[in-house]
Nanobody, 124 residues
Framework: QLQASGGGSVQAGDSLRLSCTTS????????AGWFRQAPGKEREFVAT????????EYASSVKGRFTISRDNAKNTVYLQMNSLRPEDAAVYYC???????????????????WGQGTLVTVSS
């Protein structure tokens, strides 16, 4: 069970930090990712992190502004979002996939555990 939190309404240029926690087992066995879906658009990849945190990948639209990280001791994955833009507004979803490798997963179909989403609105 994944729980995403930290969304809110901000101004362009502001920052937010999203959190994704799990109550089911050790998060250290899971690759994790963040996706987002804006109204009328398909869900898109934002960022992913390997289960131990050594590998990270980002969508080109957020690279340099967003940072994904994790604290496996707290069973939590974070998405630090800086320099937010109106086009970043969306419902953000966290996802996880049990894995024995240090893989990062960039496609939503790779994941089988999803949080409920947290809304981010950005006004100009």
């Amino acid at each position: 069970q994944l729980q995403a939190s930290g969304g809110g309404s901000v101004q362009a240029g502001d920052s937010l930090r999203l959190s994704c926690t799990t109550s089911g087992g050790s998060f250290s066995n899971y690759a994790a990712g963040w996706f987002r879906q804006a109204p009328g658009k398909e869900r898109e990849f934002v960022a992913t992190i390997s289960r131990a945190g050594q590998r990270k990948e980002y969508a080109s639209s957020v690279k340099g502004r967003f940072t994904i990280s994790r604290d496996n001791a707290k069973n939590t994955v974070y998405l630090q979002m800086n320099s937010l833009r109106p086009e970043d507004a969306a419902v953000y979803y966290c996802a996880a996939k049990w894995t024995v490798t240090g893989a990062t997963l960039t496609t939503q179909f790779s994941y089988d555990n999803w949080g409920q989403g947290t809304l981010v609105t950005v006004s100009s």
